[in-house]
């Protein structure tokens, strides 16, 4: 099981905004840059958030993440349907030497 | 444009070894280390290692220690896994990694993913 928590899903209509957490500890999200990436069904992961919350050019300012403490949040403004897809944060662990992804989570545009 | 190609579906029985590759183009390959993630179906991404282009120092996920080695020659970075059973059945993917171990999960470009399939 992966040491970082997301719920397993969110929903909103289109238009509405959602957010997705993402829960570790200080050895990891706590003392570490924290990466967000949107995975379409049989496609590769695409970097959405890099550094806790910089955008890397082409994505979208409806896109935006924040980190307190041991935790990180992605925010979706503006919902569309495209972007019905699984969202994981990630990012390094200290105390096991290794990167750590979340436990992922999909959106649903109601 | 930076890219990332990998090398074809492997089908593998229990006990054998796979090696994937990940050739690059685009950037200076030893300027960013390379991750290797995998997502078995229908489940999450999970992280195996990282190496580093520019003097191969590696940092490998606890769970595959010893079963895992990741190397690299010229443009290319390769991905062997040993001792194969059902469970290692997933999509593998590289991915253009920092260059420092704890930036091994910030990977802003990825390979396409190659399947590997273990069965008897």
């Known amino acids: 099981q992966s040491v970082l928590t997301q719920p397993p899903s969110v929903s909103a209509a289109p238009g509405q905004k959602v957010t997705i957490s993402c829960s570790g500890s200080?050895?990891?999200?706590?003392?570490?840059?924290v990466s967000w990436y949107q995975q379409f069904p049989g496609t590769a992961p695409k970097l959405l958030i890099d550094d806790d919350n910089q955008r890397p050019s082409g994505v979208p300012a409806r896109f935006s993440a924040s980190k307190s403490g041991a935790s990180a949040t992605l925010a979706i403004t503006g919902l569309q349907t495209g972007d019905e897809a699984d969202y994981y944060c990630a990012t390094w662990d200290n105390n096991l030497s290794a990167g750590v992804f979340g436990t992922g989570t999909k959106v649903t545009v109601l | 444009q930076v890219q990332l190609l990998q090398s074809g579906s492997e089908l593998k029985k229990p006990g054998a070894s796979v090696k994937v590759s990940c050739k690059t183009s685009?950037?200076?390959?030893?300027?960013?280390?390379i991750s290797w993630v995998r997502q078995a179906r229908g489940q999450g991404l999970e992280w195996l290692g990282w190496?580093?282009?520019?003097?191969?120092k590696t940092k490998f996920s606890q769970k595959f220690q010893g079963r895992v080695t990741m190397t690299t020659d010229t443009s290319t970075a390769y991905l062997v896994l040993k001792r194969l059973t059902s469970n290692d059945t997933a999509t593998y993917f590289c991915?253009?990694?920092?260059?420092?171990?704890?930036?091994?999960?910030?990977?802003?470009?990825w390979g396409q993913g190659t399947l590997v399939a273990v069965s008897p």
């Open positions: 190496i580093s282009t520019f003097n191969d």
């Open positions: 991915a253009r990694a920092g260059s420092s171990s704890w930036r091994a999960a910030s990977c802003d470009h």
């Open positions: 685009g950037y200076v390959f030893t300027s960013y280390g």
């Open positions: 200080s050895s990891n999200i706590g003392d570490n840059y």
